[in-house]
């Protein structure tokens, strides 16, 4: 790690909290240059959810760059965008009854919201937007400004202005937030100024994997709409299939104006962010919100071949199925443990706990990831020598590789679309889903001091 010390900036994290090298990933498995395996449950904080180089994405992508495709196009029209957006009208949108225009944003999650954020106001001409208690949307000046974690606003060194934090679904005990936030819009004297829109994450992954109720969003569209404000969904981190539908609001039967999505909407990790706004709302001028690399053809490709799972609703079951496992494990688990942990919380395969003592998710999440391997691989240089079939059968175990084959093959049900899991250990009182001998968890504590993670499915890990 000394190079990334010496050379890196001071403003790296997760290397931090896993100071090793990474060299490759397969699936649900992450691989140190050393050999040492582990069950990633980190799945790059929602971004490869389809599992780590994908088979089916992998060949397209190198068969359309052995093919000369276009990488690089700004917005251009491009093949690969082409059948992108046929794709994603054709599987997603259509069945769905949903109308929206796709914008292609610059490639990231907070570039997104800040288009979502710009155009909100250039439709409504307010300039206050509304945002909830432990909300995440980016650190760039307009998302964080909507991003409630202290520390971060902190990193802007200039005032965050134009936005107000209203309580989130359970901030206020017993009262009803949706209530409150009535009040605040209709009293003339709340010193509210009338937003031209309100930012929600269904499920705040950043925040503490709090999920919100069904009917409190449907509660909270029904009030945006009497008062004539938008309803911006983030669905960047739980939306591409993490709650089980597609976007994480289906659901509720809810139908925003403005949605945005990022992460693992390419299918393959790779930097790509999309808004979808109604057709009314798309009043940007020509080169209005722009960026170099919104024309990312090669995030176009994988993109597209990951709405294949979509087609119908097997995978959608699939992901129900791994959560009802999750939810069984960790739900006896708090029960085991009710001293330790509060309540389960999340929704489809974004879960966790709450750990009551302080500092317990810093340790479970150390303990985790430092115990030793019995297991290491061959070394990445024998097996760049070996063939494919050989590498693929040395890395992976036996019952490991014939469910995944299966799952690739079906082109349904890729194992990886990942609960926020409590990875099992031994140490810390037990807590934990004790992975298959010699592999370790990747996961993540968030500031809410819940343990989650990401890429491994329920049905391997439980």
Known sequence: MEIFNTLESEVRSY?????????????????????????????????????????????????????????????????????????????????????????FTGPTGTNAVEAALKLARKVTGRSNVLYFHNAYHGLTLGALAVTGNASKRKGAGVPLLHTMPVPF??????????????????????????????IVETVQAEGGVRAASLAWLQRLADLLREHGILLIADDIQVGCGRTGTFFSFEDAAIVPDIVCLSKSISGFGLPMAILLIRPELDVWSPGEHNGTFRGNNLAFVTAAAALDYWEDGSFTTEILRKADLTRDRLTKLTARHPHLCGPLRGRGLIQGLHLKPEGLAEQVARAAFRKPSARRTRSSSSCRRSSSKTRRSRRVS?????????????????????????PNRQAVEHLAIEPPPGQEAVHRRDEAGVVGGGAASAETAL
Request: some cysteine.
């Open 15 to 103: 290397s931090r909290a896993f100071p090793v090298v990474f060299e490759r990933a397969v699936g649900s498995r992450l691989y140190e240059e050393s050999g040492r395996e582990h069950i990633d449950f980190f799945s790059g904080a929602g971004t490869v959810n389809y599992g780590h180089n994908n088979p089916v994405f992998k060949e397209l992508l190198i068969d359309y760059l052995r093919s000369d495709g276009i990488t690089h196009s700004l917005d251009m029209a491009t093949t690969a965008k082409r059948d992108f957006l046929i794709r994603f009208e054709r599987v997603i949108l259509a069945p769905r009854g949903l109308r929206y225009k796709v914008q």
């Open 398 to 422: 036996t019952s490991w590789k014939k469910r995944w084959s299966r799952c690739w093959l079906e082109r349904r049900c890729p194992s990886s679309v990942a609960p926020r899991l409590l």
């Open 169 to 198: 679904e359970g901030d206020l005990g017993e009262r009803d937030t949706i209530e409150h936030l009535r009040t605040l819009l209709e009293n003339p004297s709340s010193g509210v100024d009338r937003p031209a829109a309100v």
